[in-house]
């Protein structure tokens, strides 16, 4: 039997993974109005931004001003890789936190200067750190399934890493197809082992839309039980070290096609394109996913 849950939770990533991969610059009061339209459509859980060095993701280097100036609605958090972000953030106002390590070695080294086991040695305290003190921690697993430089990933080497994270208390899992290379069988039977692995984690599937699987991809991670998934108004996004890695599956799409399964979010779907709308021209290319495309060809008098 199809089996779905009756409720799943969008974490919003378009103003982090979204904006962090955008060529032209975005202003950090259209970011804010940006926020500002996703949380009136209904957006519980976002990436307000991150706290990374502006010398390698100069899109993110308004993260203080981001965290301090938008509204406080639901969870918010900032990314960060390191004990400087973690101040950086935390000083502005942040208090839900999200680390990031690939299972790729490689990816992992371009993406932050260090191997993967250097970047778990360093953040260790941190994390302890922040659970002593109450803080919701997500960890973000890149490369889960596939590395642009090392190819396919072991999945014993994915759930190896999340268990380390899981033995420092975090919160949260997102684990993430960095390139949008997986199929729905490999999401189903990786998510399908978290689920049995980690019953006490929340777990979150983040797929990039590369290949234009990553609809399927969620549909088969609600089969393996997973009711969290990370999704980017507009499908924008991808990571700048990640070669190949475009857009994440776009929310409004994703919402789409839960609400027609009849699995409830808190977000509505129109209101999520025109939080699209109000950022579609700050950006270097036109949005075309299937809802906002819809969207925009209504006639004004539907509209
Ligand atoms: P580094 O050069 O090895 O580190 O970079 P460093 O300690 O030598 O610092 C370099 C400079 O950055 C120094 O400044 C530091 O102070 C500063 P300088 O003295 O040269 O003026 N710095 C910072 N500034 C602000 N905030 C900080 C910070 N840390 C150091 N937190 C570092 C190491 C980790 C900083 C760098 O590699 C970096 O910033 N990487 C970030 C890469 C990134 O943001 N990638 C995208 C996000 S991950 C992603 O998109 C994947 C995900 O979506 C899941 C998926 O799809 O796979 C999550
Ligand atoms: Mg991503």
Not at 11 to 29: F, H, K, M
Not at 234 to 258: R, Y
Request: proline content about 5%; overall charge negative.
């Amino acid at each position: 039997m199809f089996s779905l849950p009756n409720n799943a939770t969008i974490i919003e990533v378009g103003p982090r993974d979204g904006l962090q991969n955008e060529a032209a610059p975005v202003s950090t009061e259209t970011k804010l109005a940006f926020i500002g339209a996703l949380q009136g459509a209904g957006v519980s859980e976002m990436e307000l931004t991150s706290f990374v060095s502006p010398k390698w993701v100069p899109q993110m280097a308004d993260a203080k001003e981001i965290v301090a100036r938008a509204e406080k609605v639901g969870r918010q958090f900032v990314l960060t890789p390191n004990a400087r972000g973690i101040e950086a953030a935390t000083e502005a106002g942040a208090d839900a936190y999200a680390v990031f390590v690939g299972v790729s070695n490689t990816f992992n080294q371009k993406n932050i200067n260090k191997s993967t086991q250097e970047s778990m040695d360093a953040l260790e305290p941190l994390i302890k750190d922040l659970k002593v003190e109450g803080k919701f921690v997500r960890a973000c697993i890149s490369t889960a399934f596939y590395c642009p430089f090392e190819g396919a990933i072991d999945p014993k080497e994915t759930i190896e890493l999340c268990r380390q994270f899981v033995e420092l208390g975090v919160d949260e899992l997102s684990v993430a197809d960095t390139i949008g290379m997986a199929n729905p069988k490999e999401s189903y039977e990786l998510f399908a082992e978290l689920k049995k692995e980690f019953p006490d984690t929340l777990i979150s599937a983040h797929f990039h839309d590369t290949r234009k699987m990553a609809l399927a991809n969620i549909s088969a991670a609600l089969q393996a039980g997973v009711d969290r998934f990370d999704s980017s108004a507009g499908g924008l996004g991808g990571c700048p070290f990640a070669p190949g890695a475009t857009g994440n599956v776009a929310t409004e799409d994703v919402v789409n096609m839960l609400h027609r399964m009849g699995v409830e979010t808190s977000i509505d779907v129109d209101a999520l394109c025109e939080a699209v709308a109000e950022i579609e021209s700050h950006l270097s290319g036109p949005v075309q996913t299937g809802m906002y495309t819809l969207y925009k060809n209504r006639k004004p008098a539907e509209a």
